[in-house]
């Protein structure tokens, strides 16, 4: 695949700002990093295949500084998180890689698949107790947004996934 290695550039104009503090007032304001630099969600997003292709080829290290990167630049990305948590769980960082799950679960807590995969982080380490709490944590979200659809479905799905968290403690 060819890209244009222009998109990927940070602009003089925007160098210079970031020489004159203006990226320190831009931050105050709220703006992401990405939006300071100029990225487009279309760049971000092609940082982001290219993070997940590094990740599929485990290359664990690698994958987790593409993350770094991608949650530096825009930290209100939950796939982002779940990007960086998967790298450092895939390289055996697991307690890192939960606080990386958490913070995408702060973002985005109405899908099963950050719990789960933040539950399973804690079953490889035997920590039976906090995987239960995530589903748990997944319970009372969707019974704190009981008029999205998808609370239900996720209520459902946390009490099934506590089920195996369960199965998985016996089996010691």
């Known amino acids: 695949m060819t890209y244009n290695l222009e998109q990927f550039v940070i602009s003089e104009e925007v160098l210079n700002r970031l020489?004159?503090?203006?990226a320190a007032l831009e931050m105050l304001e709220g703006k992401s990093l990405q939006q300071i630099f100029?990225?487009?969600n279309e760049t971000a997003l092609l940082f982001y295949e290219v993070a997940k292709n590094i990740l599929e080829q485990k290359r664990f290290r690698d994958a987790i500084n593409a993350f770094v990167?991608?949650?530096?630049?825009?930290?209100y990305v939950p796939s982002f998180w779940m990007g960086l948590g998967m790298a450092q769980q895939l390289n055996q960082e697991h307690n890192v890689a939960l606080d990386s799950y958490n913070i995408a679960l702060t973002l985005e807590g109405r899908q099963i698949f950050p719990y789960?995969?933040?539950a399973q982080c804690c079953i490889e380490i035997k920590d039976f107790d906090k995987a239960t709490n995530l589903?748990?944590?997944?319970?009372?979200?969707a019974a704190k947004h009981p008029d999205d659809e998808a609370s239900a479905k996720l209520?459902?799905?946390a009490k099934a996934a506590k089920a195996y968290v369960?199965?998985?403690k016996m089996k010691g």
């Not at 020489?19 to 203006?22: I, Q, T």
């Not at 990167?69 to 930290?75: A, D, R, S, V, Y």
């Open 19 to 22: 020489g004159n503090d203006g």
């Open 69 to 75: 990167f991608l949650t530096t630049i825009n930290p």
């Open 155 to 157: 209520a459902d799905n």
């Open 38 to 40: 100029g990225f487009s």
């Open 116 to 118: 789960i995969v933040a």
């Open 166 to 168: 369960w199965e998985q």
């Open 135 to 141: 589903m748990e944590v997944a319970e009372q979200y």
